[in-house]
């Protein structure tokens, strides 16, 4: 008793000064006026980022007319138009099932070989190791590209998806073994030494312990490794064929012709965004914790 | 492990050899797991730039088939007197990585410190700061080549509402440049906001309130007390925003297309390097660029890395 009683005594006063500092110091008017200003600060600051974005949704539903009307900036009779040239002529539907084909492949092959890699680089504190599969992400990718270029071609494999899956998993594999290195540093060890005391070897214990503990992480690493790889440029602006092409690709070779049908681009652009966007509606938590990973830990 | 290599007499022969295998992995999992990666990446970078490097040292052009000669450090002796295409080259890497980067930081601080403490619809406005960093950058290059058209965009006519003339943007000799930065800050502060974002959410609330406690104004609590707190975090935050700007290249070639438009006015080393290999299929001269190229982007990882050391220690 008498021993806890200076500490209760001490966390009182503790307290009662510091609500009295803040009481005095933040007077409701400045609350007030604060709060008008936050307020207005954030829906500048979400129309900065939006407005382009709706702009270019509103630009796809207008005939070419229409855009170069300033007077229709936003009121417009809305057309679907654009959306069925684009998607009814020049395969883009096969441009999509490419996009998907190879961002899918590429992630998933990623994670087989990635996320053992990131488990050992994790658990052994495989600094130098990991640092080569950083180099992925450092070196410049034309540097690559010449090589590439003229050993897959003499391959055959040039135009064809192995490449670019291949060319694709370099995009993806080293933001899967970073974004899971760290998730595999802040994993207790406990679990999968309970695992080993109950007889099971270190590789049954990864199996059948750390990985289904680690979903979480995983899920990240694939989103943002699918959402890189479909948004990668210029791997397959080199190694695509006509019949490969990915949407950026796509979307690139519209205006390589004299006049652009700014609807027609608009659409295509709405087309290859969006399923990205959609993604990021319903995984929100997981592409900022993969893209923080390892950012705030000191 | 000599015990487990000799197994009892009455374990059939099969098991034996699934047994002893297994083991063998198990001990060696260090490496058995690590080494697909390692050798997928290394065999993929350390050829390629092996062999960049051996065309660099030759005048290798029209096709890598074609015969070439060995011509030693003729390209560096070119590449780095040529005050025509390379060194404004340089100069444009550098000051689109710089200024993007630095108003990507303030302005990154300043809506993250808005952000920072809880409000209502917090997760509507998460979502929306999400979008343009997720949107593929060749798409926001081309919805951005609209908004920035002179005769019909929307930049002209915000600007006509307000009494000023046109401008060319984009499409100017003097203007392309912060032009694209402006695009590249517009789908990259995010990045930053997130990052700096998470490091003030894993602040500790105490220094902020003794600092208070002890009168300390607004400013000089985010001077003197948040940022040094942060300042791990803003490094991680430079370090991979300054990779991705060193090497942009989806946008500036989405916007102004082949050597970076007629003036080569947004021509960073990389669109350079693109355009000698891709477009004049110049190998040599090129390869030259791109060790160049490579050995600064080095240079800039290993300064930034040695700086979050010390601000670590």
């Known amino acids: ?298 | 492990m000599a015990v487990a290599a000799l197994p009892p007499k009455r374990v059939p022969q099969k098991q034996t050899a699934w047994k002893s295998y297994s083991d063998w992995a198990n001990e060696h999992r260090k490496w058995l797991f690590a080494a697909p990666a390692m050798i997928f990446v290394a065999v993929l970078i350390a050829f390629p730039l092996g062999w960049t490097l051996y065309l660099s040292l030759t005048d290798a052009s029209g096709s890598v088939r074609a015969k070439s000669e060995f011509i030693g450090l003729e390209n560096y002796a070119d590449v780095l007197t040529d005050t025509e295409r390379f060194w404004p080259a340089v100069l444009r890497t550098f000051v689109f990585t710089a200024v993007a980067l630095t108003v990507q930081l303030v302005l990154g601080m300043a809506i993250a410190l808005l952000l920072w403490r809880p409000f209502k619809g917090e997760k509507w406005v998460r979502v929306a700061i999400l979008l343009p960093l997720v949107a593929t950058p060749v798409a926001v290059g081309m919805m951005w080549r609209l908004i920035f058209d002179p005769n019909i965009g929307f930049a002209n006519q915000l600007l006509g509402f307000v009494g000023i003339g046109p401008q060319p943007w984009l499409s100017g000799q003097y203007s392309a440049l912060p032009t694209v930065i402006f695009i590249d800050i517009w789908q990259w502060t995010p990045m930053v906001v997130i990052i700096l974002l998470a490091g003030l959410t894993s602040l500790s609330d105490e220094p902020d309130e003794a600092a208070r406690i002890d009168g300390a104004s607004a400013w000089q609590r985010f001077r003197f007390v948040t940022v040094p707190l942060l300042m791990p975090t803003i490094i991680v935050a430079i370090l991979l925003r300054s990779i991705d700007a060193l090497k942009t290249f989806d946008l500036l070639y989405a916007t102004k297309g082949r050597g970076g438009g007629s003036f080569h006015e947004v021509e960073t080393l990389n669109v350079y390097a693109y355009g000698l290999s891709f477009d004049y299929n110049d190998y040599g001269v090129s390869s030259t660029v791109l060790i160049i190229f490579f050995l600064i982007i080095v240079a800039v990882m290993f300064l930034l890395t040695r700086r979050r050391k010390d601000v670590q220690k």
């Open chain 1, 1 to 298: 008793m008498s021993l806890a009683e200076p500490r209760l005594i001490r966390a009182g006063s503790d307290s009662a000064a510091l609500s009295g500092a803040t009481t005095r110091r933040r007077k409701p008017f400045r609350t007030r006026a604060y709060k008008v200003f936050r307020a207005v600060a954030l829906i500048v600051v979400v129309a900065a980022f939006i407005a382009p974005l709706v702009w270019m949704f509103l630009a796809s539903l207008k005939t070419n007319v229409d855009i170069y009307d300033a007077s229709k900036t936003l009121v417009f009779t809305p057309t679907t138009a654009n959306y069925e040239t684009v998607l009814g002529r020049n395969n883009y539907l096969s441009f999509v099932f490419n996009s998907f084909w190879v961002a899918f492949a590429s992630t998933v092959l990623s994670l087989i070989i990635g996320i053992p890699a990131a488990y050992s680089m994790s658990r052994f504190a495989m600094r130098r190791s990991a640092l080569v599969v950083l180099m992925a992400r450092i070196i410049p990718g034309v540097s690559l590209l010449v090589p590439w270029y003229y050993v897959f071609s003499n391959l055959s494999m040039v135009g064809g998806y192995s490449v670019l899956i291949l060319s694709h998993m370099f995009v993806a594999l080293p933001l899967i073994v970073y974004i899971l290195m760290s998730y595999y540093d802040s994993m207790p060890l406990e679990l999968e030494e309970a695992a080993r005391v109950d007889g099971l070897t270190h590789i049954g214990a990864f199996l059948k312990v750390t990985l289904p503990l680690s979903v979480g992480g995983i899920a990240t690493a694939s989103i943002l490794a699918f959402i890189f790889s479909w948004n990668n440029f210029m791997f397959a602006l080199v190694l695509s064929g006509a019949d490969t092409k990915t949407l950026p690709v796509a979307i690139f070779n519209f205006v390589a012709y004299a006049s652009i049908d700014w609807g027609g681009l608009m659409a295509a652009s709405v087309v290859v965004t969006i399923p990205i966007m959609v993604i990021a509606l319903f995984t929100q938590k997981y592409i900022v914790s993969g893209l923080t990973a390892g950012a705030t830990k000191g």
